[in-house]
């Protein structure tokens, strides 16, 4: 595996962090000076994240349980601690893996320096940072159904996380969510939520679902030989309906716990919400991309 690269973006305003599996794009508002020494926080820290969770990948990759594990690092600890409130369902703490990087890169950048408002975005799991008086943009598309949107975060909102799960996503699905978008108080936690919220938009033993083993997709994911969806076929609007009300009395479950603020479920061109944001108005959401407004 080649080392991390960081480089700026043509526009000279946004930075491209990779690393293996990580690819992070980060921006940021301020004086020229904080943000200068923003990036170098945050590069140094890029330097070391990807080791220390390779470090512990065997333990992350396990059921997590209502009893958190004392993990070494302090990304892995942040997944532990978004997965371990959930875990009267199956999960691990990879549910949670790009969320909780978001949220550490974000926390080396914005330590000890003054900045305007911020974003870590872990290819659609978004941290953010917003000082008092300030707001963020987000651009929000590609559902497959041509629906987009966008919403605004404002620093008064106790949203600093946006992660958006489904079965067409990079990461494998139990459900058949087209996507499900979360907004929640960190990235982790918007993670962690809107991976069990999808997984729970479903039609088990639908047959114009296809589903195989997780292991013959990847044989060290962490998810063993569940079925995860790798098609779904034509479904009626009742269907349709019997599967977003499925996942969306997960998400009220978690907002009504303080897990979530918001999610947004869409199947089939429909969707359901959960929440009282703006998001709710907008009614358009999936793959997070915040920009200034």
């Known amino acids: 595996m080649n080392g991390p690269e960081i480089s700026w973006l043509p526009d000279r305003r946004r930075l491209h962090f990779n690393h293996g599996p990580i690819d992070l794009i980060v921006e940021a508002w301020g004086d020229p000076k904080e943000l200068q020494a923003a990036y170098r926080q945050a590069a140094a820290r890029f330097e070391t994240i990807l080791p220390e969770l390779v470090g512990e990948l065997t333990e992350l990759r396990r059921p997590a349980s209502t009893t958190p594990r004392n993990f070494l690092g302090s990304t892995a600890q942040r997944m532990e601690a978004a997965v371990a409130p959930l875990s009267r369902t199956f999960i691990t703490p990879m549910a949670a893996v790009a969320g909780s990087v978001a949220d550490e890169m974000m926390a080396a950048m ?42 605004t975060i404002r620093a008064e909102d106790p949203v600093r996380g946006i992660a958006t799960s489904g079965w067409r996503g990079r990461s494998f699905s139990l459900g058949i969510a087209d996507a499900v978008t979360v907004l929640a108080v960190s990235a982790a936690a918007a993670d962690a939520a809107a991976t069990l919220i999808a997984n729970a938009v479903d039609l088990p033993g639908h047959r114009a679902i296809q589903r195989q083993p997780a292991r013959d997709l990847a044989p060290d994911n962490d998810l063993g030989d569940r079925l995860v969806t790798t098609g779904v076929g034509p479904l009626d609007a009742e269907e349709i309906e019997l599967a977003l009300e499925a996942g969306l009395s997960i998400a009220e479950t978690l907002r009504r716990q303080g897990s979530i603020q918001t999610a947004a479920l869409y199947l089939g061109g429909r969707n ?13 959401v999936t793959r997070g991309v915040p920009v200034h407004a």
């Open 110 to 151: 914005v330590a000890g320096r003054r900045l305007d408002r911020a974003y870590v975005n872990n290819g659609g799991d978004i941290a953010l940072h917003i000082s008092p008086g300030q707001e963020i943009s987000a651009a929000i598309a590609d559902t497959g159904h041509g629906l987009a949107d966008r919403l």
């Open 272 to 284: 359901r919400i959960s929440g009282t944001h703006e998001l709710a108005v907008a009614g358009n």
